[in-house]
């Protein structure tokens, strides 16, 4: 396959990157700490995490999970929102050779009971507002041992059932790290997704998946800075969480591994928290999804902040709408580019050259390694302008679902390449735009929704005989859920519905509209039209 997308590459941006010289993301971190010690790492809620308190912290606490017997390959779940326990935590699990297990804050009992099983997860860090949801799991779950750590950087006492963050750094002081073996081919994170399956499974995400997809994006970035010696340490908002793995990587690793800034922003809800947070920091990078940059364009006090040396403003996660990033532009003087990826793919996979002038509606075109081959359902390349499935062969590209081999063979063609389910077309020069999902994926606020979770759940309500969810457009979030359902029982209302919803989902995943149906349109054989309700829903 020729490669036409090279000729759109900017100059000076590699076709190829070499991850050889870091055989681990323990190593590149390491490096980092060492190089930029006397630096500001991150930055929260007014406290301040240097590079050299970020070694020193991370190799304590990797120091006290050895001391509670885990071995290398342990899973390790964490389930904390953008605080500075986090990058800590990250690195910890990372150094010891342990795999980290990123977990939504937000999630429900169920939902944490699933992935924790799933993963074998055998320790699980994570803030002391979710220990509730924790708690009431019981021991039905593999994890033996449990921090727990505070917004406000101090956990009152701990347990015996568990023990606080502050307690694991002291106690881990004292204790000796042993550095440990780690191969590029280690599992280092299990980057949970959902599937039309509708059960939540691991991307076994490698050492060597990362550390590419970090490289790849630091080759892009310094082609954005050239020219620009302007630019000091270079300062990101760090709006998405970190548990995610598009902030994972483009805020959290790539941050670190070039020794920059990252404002970590705890809730981005709230949106004039996160201008007064903001205010007095010359920003570089703003990565977010079309939500957070239409709410913040629509508050008055952001176009006070200072612009003057953003350099990238990256959408990600859903698709940006043309008229917020018109005003995003208007108000910041910085185009948005949309990049793709997905958490099969650590997850970037393609991003607009640097040096745009306005938003394009393109995702962009592969990043250096990375190969985007459009075909049909047989596996054949589409001509150039003809649309079909995006596949990508790359080093992001993850080793395959936890557990899961024929998933994981269900996704991947005969020459390696994945298949993402969405629908694209690539043009003359090598850019990609986005058609459609070939998935019945909903995207929420950057966020996957898998309809057949939503299904599951609702479908347990007594009342409920039939339920089919979809999404719809939304001005806000992208799309929302839509449901429409035949009643068991007459008496049956909306009102039932969100309640129980309430119960058993994380926010996003809540419907947000319920249609009532006497019956649902069904195939010859009987399968629900998904797709005639969604049109009917748009």
Not at 185 to 199: E, N, P
Not at 243 to 262: A, D, E, I, P, Q
Not at 399 to 427: C, H, K, L, Q
Request: one cysteine or more; glycine letters at 10%.
């Amino acid at each position: 396959m020729e490669k036409i997308w090279l000729k759109s590459y900017p100059p000076g941006v590699p076709a190829e990157i070499d991850t050889t010289p870091h055989g681990s993301l323990a190593g590149l971190l390491e490096a980092a700490f060492l190089t930029f010690a006397t630096r500001t790492a991150f930055v929260c809620m007014g406290r301040e995490l240097s590079y050299a308190e970020l070694d020193n912290r991370s190799r304590a606490l990797a120091a006290w999970f050895q001391s509670q017997g885990l071995e290398p390959g342990a899973r390790i779940a964490v389930m904390l929102p953008n605080l500075l326990q986090y990058p800590v935590t990250l690195a910890a699990i990372l150094r010891a050779g342990y795999v980290v297990v990123n977990v939504n804050p937000l999630y429900t009992a169920r939902e944490l009971e699933h992935q924790l099983n799933d993963s074998g997860a055998q320790a699980i860090v994570l803030l002391d507002t979710f220990l509730p949801t924790f708690n009431a799991l019981g021991h039905n779950t593999p994890v033996r041992h449990v921090v727990v750590a505070s917004a406000g950087g101090q956990t009152d006492t701990a347990s015996t059932s568990h023990v606080t963050f502050d307690q694991a750094l002291q106690q881990g002081a004292d204790a000796p790290f042993t550095r440990v073996a780690i191969s590029p081919d280690d599992v280092a994170v299990l980057q949970y997704t959902g599937g039309t399956t509708g059960v939540s499974k691991g991307a076994t995400l490698l050492h060597r998946n990362l550390i590419a997809n970090v490289l790849q994006s630091e080759a892009w970035r310094e082609a954005a800075l050239r020219g620009r010696d302007d630019i000091g340490q270079y300062v990101t908002v760090v709006a998405l969480p970190l548990y995610h793995v598009f902030g994972l990587t483009v805020c959290g690793l790539l941050s670190m591994r070039t020794g920059g800034l990252g404002i970590l922003i705890p809730n981005p809800r709230d949106i004039p928290a996160m201008v007064r947070t903001l205010r007095g920091f010359a920003i570089n990078a703003f990565p977010a999804v079309n939500t957070l940059f239409n709410a913040l364009v629509n508050d008055p006090d952001f176009a006070s902040l200072d612009f003057s040396k953003l350099v990238q403003a990256t959408g990600g996660g859903m698709a940006v709408q043309q008229a917020v990033a018109a005003r995003w532009q208007a108000v910041t003087g910085v185009p948005i580019v949309e990049g793709y990826g997905l958490s099969e793919t650590s997850p970037s996979v393609s991003t607009s050259p640097p040096g745009a002038t306005a938003f394009s509606g393109s995702i962009g075109v592969p990043l250096p390694s990375t190969e985007i081959s459009i075909r049909d359902d047989d596996g054949r390349e589409m001509p150039l302008g003809e649309p079909g499935e995006i596949c990508i062969r790359g080093p992001q590209v993850m080793a395959g679902y936890w557990n899961r081999p024929e998933e994981t063979a269900s996704v991947m063609t005969p020459d390696g390449f994945f298949r993402s389910g969405d629908i694209g077309v690539m043009n003359e020069r090598g850019f990609v735009k986005l058609v459609d999902r070939k998935k019945d994926m909903i995207i929420v606020s950057g966020f996957n929704v898998y309809p057949n979770e939503i299904e599951d759940v609702v479908a347990k309500h007594p009342g409920v005989f039939e339920v089919v969810a979809v999404g719809v457009p939304d001005a806000h979030s992208g799309e929302v859920v839509k449901l429409f359902i035949v009643r068991k029982d007459p008496a049956l209302s909306q009102t039932d519905i969100f309640a129980f919803c309430a119960q058993q989902l994380t926010g996003y995943k809540h419907p947000k509209l319920i249609e009532f149906r006497t019956e649902l349109p069904k195939s010859a054989v009987g399968k629900i039209l998904r797709r005639a309700l969604r049109d009917d829903a748009g």
